[in-house]
């Protein structure tokens, strides 16, 4: 694996835990509508780091979704799908503000058990690229 490939899946994983970071400030000041986004764009940063592997980075919304669809049928885990729906509503809460402050602890949760799965992933996917 090439030094600049290493280099861009760890830009991703810097930007995903300040992305993570925000969204524990917004929780901790009320503010749950930026700590979605904040969820959200984590999630993203960790699509992006595994999918940098491969040099195949989905561009825009309908990409990464497809990207989901297609990395659960080749782990087998149709799961992922479904936690990557689950977790649009995170993206959505933004702006419409519709996660009640009662619900919010879920999608945090999904969001955190998703980052987790992606990046024990990309630790497998790096792990192969190297041997």
């Not at 986004?37 to 780091?49: P, R, Y």
């Amino acid at each position: 694996m090439s030094s600049a490939l290493i280099e861009n899946v760890q830009k991703y994983i810097i930007i995903k835990d300040v992305y993570l970071a925000n969204a524990k400030k917004m929780i901790d000041e009320g503010e749950l509508r930026k700590a979605s986004e904040f969820f959200w764009g984590a999630c993203i940063q960790t699509i992006f780091s595994l999918a940098s592997i491969k040099e195949n980075i989905p561009n825009g919304h309908a990409a990464v979704r497809q990207y989901i669809i297609e990395l659960g049928k080749e782990i087998n885990d149709p799961d992922i799908s479904k936690s990557f729906s689950d977790l649009e509503k995170l993206h959505a809460n933004f702006y419409h503000g519709m996660i009640t402050k009662e619900d919010f602890p879920r999608y945090q949760e999904e969001a955190i058990n998703f980052i987790d799965k992606i990046q024990n992933l990309l630790t497998t996917g790096m792990k192969s690229e190297i041997l």
